[in-house]
C-alpha cells in the first residue's frame, strides 16, 4: 500500500514539473530587433520590468533592421522592434504584420575625429559628409542593412555624394554598431551612429561628436507583431502582451527613465 502510494505520489510530482516547465516554456516570445537597442543597455534596463509584470520571459535576437525584419518573414519572431521606417511599412504591406506602432525615438550623431580633418563640425549631415567626402577623409560605414546603414544612405544621397566599397576611403564593416564603432576608433575614421550606442561606448579614442543638431538626425522605433495569419505558430496572445506593455504608461516611463552618463537615451512617443 505505502509502495503504491509513494509510486503515485512520485508520478504526480513528475506531473506536476513537467507542465509547470511547460508554462514556463509556454511563456516566453521572441524578440528581433536592432543591435543599437542590445548594445545601448536599453533591453537590460527595460525587459526585466515587463518579465516581472507578466511572467513572459523575452528572448532578444539582437541583429541590423533589415535582418530583424528577415527574422519576421520567416516566423522565426515573435515581435519585431526595429528603426527604418520606410522598410517596416514595406513589411507591413506585404502582410507580415497588421500594423507599424511607434514607440521611441532618439537621433542620429556624426562620429569623428577631435582634429576634425574634413572641417565637417556643424549641425549640417549633409553638408558633414560633402565635406568628408572631399576630402576622401575614413568614413566608416556598417553596411549592413542596418535602420543606421538606411539612414546613413539616405544622408549620402542627400548631400549628392556616390559611396561604394571601392572608394579607398569609404570601408563598410557589415557589422553591428559596437564592432562599427570599434574599427571606427581603431582607424581614427568618421562614423554615423545612434547616440544611445554612442554614450554606452567606452572604447572612444580620439573621437567625438561633430554633428547633432540637424532635424533630419530623428530616429524613430516602431514594434510590430508578426503576423499570426502568415505564421500560424506566433505567439500573439503573449507578442501583443508585450506591445501593449511597452506602449503603455508604465513601459513609455520605463523607457524614459533609462539614462547614461545622467543624459536619457531613447524619448518614448507612442501615440495614446
Known sequence: MNRRFILKMSA????????????????????????????????????PAFEKKTGIQVKVVAVGTGQALDIG??????V?????????EKFVSEGFAEKRIEVMYNDFVLIGPKAD????????????????????STFISRGDKSGTHAAELRYWKGAGVEVSATQTWYKETGSGMGPALNTASGMNGYILSDRATWLTFKNRGDLAILVEG??????????????PSKHPHVKKADGQAFIDWIISSEGQQTIASYKVEGQQSFFPNAKK
Do not use: C, W
Open 12 to 47: 504526480l510530482t513528475v506531473l506536476a514539473f513537467s507542465t509547470i516547465g511547460l508554462s514556463h516554456a509556454q511563456k516566453s516570445i521572441t524578440l528581433s530587433s536592432t543591435t543599437s537597442t542590445e548594445q545601448s543597455g536599453l533591453f537590460k534596463h527595460l525587459l
Open 73 to 78: 518573414r520567416r516566423g522565426d519572431a515573435d
Open 80 to 88: 519585431v522592434m526595429v528603426h527604418d521606417k520606410v522598410a517596416e
Open 117 to 136: 580633418p574634413a572641417k565637417a563640425k556643424g549641425k549640417d549631415i549633409q553638408a558633414a559628409l560633402q565635406k568628408v567626402a572631399s576630402s576622401k
Open 214 to 227: 540637424d532635424p533630419r538626425l530623428f530616429n524613430q522605433y516602431g514594434v510590430m507583431l508578426v503576423s
